[in-house]
Protein backbone atom coordinates (compact mmCIF):
# COMPACT_ATOMS: atom_id res chain seq x y z
CA UNK A 1 0.00 0.00 0.00
CA UNK A 2 3.06 2.33 0.56
CA UNK A 3 4.32 1.99 -3.26
CA UNK A 4 3.82 6.08 -3.99
CA UNK A 5 4.68 7.10 -0.25
CA UNK A 6 5.57 10.42 0.16
CA UNK A 7 5.36 11.04 -3.94
CA UNK A 8 3.39 14.40 -4.77
CA UNK A 9 1.21 13.82 -7.80
CA UNK A 10 -0.83 15.54 -10.33
CA UNK A 11 -3.18 13.70 -12.82
CA UNK A 12 -5.37 15.57 -15.41
CA UNK A 13 -8.33 14.47 -16.68
CA UNK A 14 -8.77 13.21 -13.24
CA UNK A 15 -12.68 13.95 -12.88
CA UNK A 16 -13.66 10.11 -14.85
CA UNK A 17 -12.46 7.62 -16.59
CA UNK A 18 -9.14 6.53 -16.55
CA UNK A 19 -8.14 9.78 -15.12
CA UNK A 20 -10.15 9.18 -11.39
CA UNK A 21 -9.07 5.59 -11.39
CA UNK A 22 -5.38 6.50 -11.59
CA UNK A 23 -5.98 9.07 -9.22
CA UNK A 24 -8.20 6.90 -6.58
CA UNK A 25 -5.12 4.17 -7.21
CA UNK A 26 -2.13 6.50 -6.32
CA UNK A 27 -3.72 7.65 -3.06
CA UNK A 28 -3.85 4.36 -2.40
CA UNK A 29 -0.64 3.48 -2.56
CA UNK A 30 -0.11 6.08 -0.64
CA UNK A 31 0.82 9.58 -2.98
CA UNK A 32 -0.49 12.90 -2.15
CA UNK A 33 -2.61 13.62 -5.38
CA UNK A 34 -3.62 16.80 -6.64
CA UNK A 35 -6.39 16.61 -9.70
CA UNK A 36 -7.05 18.45 -12.08
CA UNK A 37 -9.80 18.29 -15.09
CA UNK A 38 -12.76 21.46 -16.60
CA UNK A 39 -15.01 19.61 -14.86
CA UNK A 40 -15.48 19.06 -10.62
CA UNK A 41 -14.74 15.96 -8.92
CA UNK A 42 -18.28 13.81 -8.08
CA UNK A 43 -17.85 12.30 -5.04
CA UNK A 44 -15.59 12.74 -1.55
CA UNK A 45 -13.86 15.60 -1.18
CA UNK A 46 -10.10 16.14 -2.99
CA UNK A 47 -7.11 18.21 -3.48
CA UNK A 48 -8.21 19.60 -6.82
CA UNK A 49 -7.76 22.46 -9.10
CA UNK A 50 -9.85 23.33 -12.00
CA UNK A 51 -8.00 23.15 -15.34
CA UNK A 52 -8.05 23.43 -18.88
CA UNK A 53 -4.95 21.97 -20.71
CA UNK A 54 -5.11 23.80 -23.96
CA UNK A 55 -4.04 26.99 -21.74
CA UNK A 56 -0.38 26.91 -21.06
CA UNK A 57 -1.31 29.52 -17.81
CA UNK A 58 -3.57 27.05 -16.33
CA UNK A 59 -1.31 24.32 -16.73
CA UNK A 60 1.65 26.54 -15.28
CA UNK A 61 -0.23 27.56 -12.33
CA UNK A 62 -1.54 23.94 -11.80
CA UNK A 63 2.07 22.95 -11.60
CA UNK A 64 2.77 26.19 -9.57
CA UNK A 65 0.15 25.37 -7.18
CA UNK A 66 1.39 21.74 -6.08
CA UNK A 67 4.66 23.10 -5.54
CA UNK A 68 3.23 25.75 -3.85
CA UNK A 69 1.36 23.37 -1.54
CA UNK A 70 3.56 20.22 -1.16
CA UNK A 71 7.09 21.35 -1.70
CA UNK A 72 7.95 19.46 -5.14
CA UNK A 73 5.88 17.52 -7.71
CA UNK A 74 7.44 13.92 -8.29
CA UNK A 75 5.04 12.36 -10.53
CA UNK A 76 3.33 14.32 -13.68
CA UNK A 77 -0.35 12.30 -15.06
CA UNK A 78 -1.20 13.48 -18.49
CA UNK A 79 -4.20 12.15 -18.83
CA UNK A 80 -6.96 15.21 -20.02
CA UNK A 81 -8.20 13.80 -23.31
CA UNK A 82 -11.51 13.64 -25.77
CA UNK A 83 -12.71 11.80 -28.62
CA UNK A 84 -14.69 13.98 -31.14
CA UNK A 85 -15.44 11.26 -33.05
CA UNK A 86 -16.90 9.38 -30.48
CA UNK A 87 -20.25 11.61 -30.39
CA UNK A 88 -19.82 12.11 -34.31
CA UNK A 89 -19.59 8.73 -35.48
CA UNK A 90 -16.36 7.21 -38.23
CA UNK A 91 -15.94 10.34 -41.18
CA UNK A 92 -13.44 9.88 -43.78
CA UNK A 93 -11.01 12.18 -44.11
CA UNK A 94 -12.72 14.03 -46.45
CA UNK A 95 -15.42 14.97 -44.53
CA UNK A 96 -13.31 16.20 -41.43
CA UNK A 97 -13.90 19.45 -40.20
CA UNK A 98 -11.09 21.49 -39.51
CA UNK A 99 -12.41 22.43 -35.90
CA UNK A 100 -12.85 18.12 -35.69
CA UNK A 101 -9.17 18.24 -36.13
CA UNK A 102 -8.22 21.56 -34.04
CA UNK A 103 -10.28 20.54 -31.10
CA UNK A 104 -8.58 16.75 -30.85
CA UNK A 105 -5.28 18.23 -31.16
CA UNK A 106 -5.35 21.07 -29.36
CA UNK A 107 -6.40 18.25 -25.86
CA UNK A 108 -4.40 15.49 -26.74
CA UNK A 109 -1.47 16.57 -28.25
CA UNK A 110 -0.78 20.09 -27.08
CA UNK A 111 -1.96 19.52 -23.42
CA UNK A 112 0.22 16.60 -22.93
CA UNK A 113 3.00 19.18 -24.23
CA UNK A 114 2.16 21.86 -22.02
CA UNK A 115 1.64 19.06 -19.09
CA UNK A 116 5.29 18.04 -19.69
CA UNK A 117 6.49 21.55 -20.49
CA UNK A 118 6.08 22.27 -16.82
CA UNK A 119 6.34 19.05 -14.80
CA UNK A 120 9.80 18.48 -16.43
CA UNK A 121 10.72 22.06 -15.62
CA UNK A 122 10.11 21.51 -12.22
CA UNK A 123 11.36 18.45 -11.69
CA UNK A 124 14.39 19.10 -13.38
CA UNK A 125 15.94 21.76 -11.03
CA UNK A 126 14.44 20.18 -7.52
CA UNK A 127 16.37 17.53 -5.35
CA UNK A 128 16.61 14.17 -6.35
CA UNK A 129 14.62 11.69 -4.36
CA UNK A 130 16.29 8.92 -2.14
CA UNK A 131 16.68 6.45 -5.20
CA UNK A 132 18.74 9.53 -7.38
CA UNK A 133 15.30 10.34 -9.31
CA UNK A 134 14.10 13.65 -10.10
CA UNK A 135 10.57 12.98 -11.35
CA UNK A 136 8.08 10.32 -13.18
CA UNK A 137 5.49 12.00 -15.75
CA UNK A 138 3.26 9.40 -17.56
CA UNK A 139 1.32 10.50 -21.11
CA UNK A 140 -1.85 8.85 -21.88
CA UNK A 141 -1.81 7.83 -25.50
CA UNK A 142 -3.99 5.26 -27.10
CA UNK A 143 -3.29 1.82 -29.47
CA UNK A 144 -4.62 4.17 -32.16
CA UNK A 145 -1.51 5.97 -31.75
CA UNK A 146 0.51 2.57 -32.22
CA UNK A 147 -1.84 1.61 -35.23
CA UNK A 148 -4.08 3.36 -37.77
CA UNK A 149 -7.95 3.38 -37.88
CA UNK A 150 -10.36 4.42 -40.02
CA UNK A 151 -12.60 6.92 -39.93
CA UNK A 152 -11.05 8.55 -36.79
CA UNK A 153 -7.87 10.57 -38.55
CA UNK A 154 -7.60 13.63 -35.53
CA UNK A 155 -7.91 11.47 -33.27
CA UNK A 156 -5.38 8.88 -34.28
CA UNK A 157 -2.80 11.74 -35.28
CA UNK A 158 -3.48 13.34 -31.87
CA UNK A 159 -2.11 10.12 -30.31
CA UNK A 160 0.45 9.21 -32.54
CA UNK A 161 1.69 12.77 -31.28
CA UNK A 162 2.06 11.84 -27.79
CA UNK A 163 3.90 8.72 -28.76
CA UNK A 164 6.12 11.85 -30.41
CA UNK A 165 6.26 13.74 -27.53
CA UNK A 166 6.74 10.67 -24.90
CA UNK A 167 10.17 10.27 -26.98
CA UNK A 168 11.66 13.07 -27.26
CA UNK A 169 10.90 14.35 -23.26
CA UNK A 170 12.58 11.01 -22.15
CA UNK A 171 15.50 12.55 -24.12
CA UNK A 172 15.58 15.42 -23.11
CA UNK A 173 14.48 14.28 -19.25
CA UNK A 174 17.58 11.92 -18.97
CA UNK A 175 20.22 13.06 -18.24
CA UNK A 176 18.48 14.67 -15.09
CA UNK A 177 16.85 11.31 -13.95
CA UNK A 178 13.63 12.13 -14.75
CA UNK A 179 11.61 9.47 -16.62
CA UNK A 180 9.18 9.54 -19.03
CA UNK A 181 6.69 6.74 -20.76
CA UNK A 182 3.12 6.63 -21.87
CA UNK A 183 0.51 4.43 -21.44
CA UNK A 184 -1.65 3.16 -24.55
CA UNK A 185 -4.85 1.91 -23.70
CA UNK A 186 -7.04 -0.83 -25.69
CA UNK A 187 -11.00 0.22 -25.83
CA UNK A 188 -11.50 0.62 -22.29
CA UNK A 189 -15.09 1.20 -20.78
CA UNK A 190 -15.29 4.41 -20.17
CA UNK A 191 -18.12 7.45 -20.72
CA UNK A 192 -15.88 8.82 -24.11
CA UNK A 193 -16.90 5.60 -25.52
CA UNK A 194 -20.58 5.00 -24.62
CA UNK A 195 -22.33 6.74 -27.44
CA UNK A 196 -19.87 4.61 -29.94
CA UNK A 197 -21.43 1.26 -28.85
CA UNK A 198 -25.11 3.11 -29.46
CA UNK A 199 -25.27 1.50 -32.75
CA UNK A 200 -25.90 -2.19 -32.50
CA UNK A 201 -23.36 -4.88 -32.89
CA UNK A 202 -20.53 -2.29 -32.49
CA UNK A 203 -19.72 -2.85 -28.54
CA UNK A 204 -19.40 -6.75 -30.10
CA UNK A 205 -17.11 -6.33 -32.88
CA UNK A 206 -14.73 -4.53 -30.42
CA UNK A 207 -14.44 -6.51 -28.06
CA UNK A 208 -13.14 -8.87 -30.46
CA UNK A 209 -10.74 -6.67 -31.23
CA UNK A 210 -8.78 -7.84 -28.58
CA UNK A 211 -7.90 -11.46 -28.07
CA UNK A 212 -7.84 -11.28 -23.98
CA UNK A 213 -11.39 -10.86 -22.49
CA UNK A 214 -12.95 -8.08 -24.67
CA UNK A 215 -12.88 -4.61 -23.09
CA UNK A 216 -10.58 -3.31 -20.75
CA UNK A 217 -11.45 -1.29 -17.30
CA UNK A 218 -10.23 1.92 -15.74
CA UNK A 219 -8.72 -0.11 -12.99
CA UNK A 220 -6.39 -1.82 -15.42
CA UNK A 221 -5.01 1.53 -17.11
CA UNK A 222 -3.99 2.47 -13.74
CA UNK A 223 -2.07 -0.68 -12.36
CA UNK A 224 -0.16 -0.36 -14.92
CA UNK A 225 0.46 3.78 -14.28
CA UNK A 226 1.42 2.35 -10.84
CA UNK A 227 3.80 0.55 -11.89
CA UNK A 228 5.62 3.34 -13.99
CA UNK A 229 5.27 5.71 -11.39
CA UNK A 230 7.25 3.91 -9.27
CA UNK A 231 10.85 2.38 -8.87
CA UNK A 232 9.60 -0.75 -10.16
CA UNK A 233 10.20 1.06 -13.54
CA UNK A 234 13.88 2.00 -12.40
CA UNK A 235 15.14 1.63 -15.96
CA UNK A 236 12.41 2.28 -18.28
CA UNK A 237 11.58 5.69 -20.09
CA UNK A 238 10.66 6.69 -23.70
CA UNK A 239 8.46 3.67 -23.66
CA UNK A 240 5.10 3.25 -24.97
CA UNK A 241 3.42 0.38 -22.73
CA UNK A 242 0.14 -1.43 -24.37
CA UNK A 243 -2.52 -2.14 -22.20
CA UNK A 244 -4.65 -3.61 -24.33
CA UNK A 245 -5.59 -7.27 -23.94
CA UNK A 246 -3.72 -8.46 -26.72
CA UNK A 247 -5.27 -5.25 -29.72
CA UNK A 248 -1.21 -4.57 -31.04
CA UNK A 249 -0.24 -8.00 -30.69
CA UNK A 250 -1.70 -8.85 -33.52
Known amino acids: MNRLQQKVAIITGASSGIGQA?????MYKGATVMRADRNDPVGPRYIFQKTDVTSAEQVK????GAVRSFGRLDIMVNCAGIAVEASTGDIPVWDVEESTWDANMSVNA???FLGCKY?????VKQDPGPNGDRGWIINLGSVVGLRG???VVSYCASK???????????LDCAPFRVRCNAICPGWTETAMVEPIFAKEGVRAAIEALHPFRGLGQPEDIAKAAVFLA???????????????????AK
Open 119 to 123: AAAQM
Open 22 to 26: IADAF
Open 230 to 248: SEDSSWVTGTMLSVDGGYT
Open 160 to 170: HAVVGITKAVA
Open 61 to 64: RLIE
Open 110 to 112: KGV
Open 149 to 151: LPG
